[in-house]
């Protein structure tokens, strides 16, 4: 890894994780390149950022579980590549019902450069610590469509009172959030602003 770079289980052992794209329960529907390893890797900063939030929600009986962090540029690669091939819609049922394939560009769901290539930006939820089981979030992580914007209104108060949560002590700990997904959050003063970063996730 480059130097900056560390496993977040090196600093925080305690956070909990689901590499989405290290198996095939995503919105593709297969591994997807680069992954190769369940690690979460990501800048020293972030690791360091995240530890402060997890000692924040300990004291709440909750805790943070991180989905995706730095992503090589591979897989971006692998998903703009999907994303041109209309007829492999093998995940739309799940995660991009109402959402045309040939929509994903031009709404912003896929691009062919991420802030997660640059290593300090997180897709995380909350935990309950003694279940471990997800708190209700009202829509699933990497649902494409309006239903995954922050402050989306046609879900249960419970469901947005989660979602603000998450925002509110991450936005507390020098987190931005991202305006279309509830997950999505970038470190502020991130120490790689202008790098893409392609080495394996291993």
Not at 66 to 84: E, G, L, S, T
Not at 96 to 103: A, E, T
Request: hydrophobic share 35%.
């Amino acid at each position: 890894m480059p130097i900056g770079f560390v496993y977040l289980s090196d600093i925080d052992n305690t956070i909990q994780s689901e590499l989405k794209y290290l198996g095939n329960h995503n919105f593709i529907g297969k591994p997807i390149d680069g992954y190769k390893n369940d690690c979460i890797i990501m800048t020293q900063q972030t690791a360091i950022a995240l530890k402060k939030v997890q000692a924040i929600l300990k004291k709440e009986g909750l805790g943070l579980k991180i989905f995706d962090a730095y992503r090589p540029q591979q897989a971006v690669n692998h998903f703009v590549k999907w994303a041109k091939a209309l007829n492999d819609t093998l995940m739309k049922k799940e995660f991009y019902p109402k959402v045309p394939k040939s929509q994903l560009f031009f709404k912003g769901y896929i691009a062919s450069k991420s802030g997660h290539t640059r290593g300090s930006t997180v897709d995380v939820t909350l935990i309950k610590l003694n279940t471990g089981k997800e708190l209700d979030m009202g829509s699933s992580y990497d649902f494409f469509g309006e239903e995954s914007h922050p402050f989306y209104k046609k879900i249960t108060k419970k469901q947005q009172e989660n979602r603000l949560l998450l925002r509110k002590i991450l936005l507390e700990n020098g987190f931005n959030p991202y305006d279309n997904e509830w997950w999505h959050f970038t470190l502020k003063n991130e120490p790689f602003p202008e790098t893409y970063f392609n080495f394996p996730i291993e």
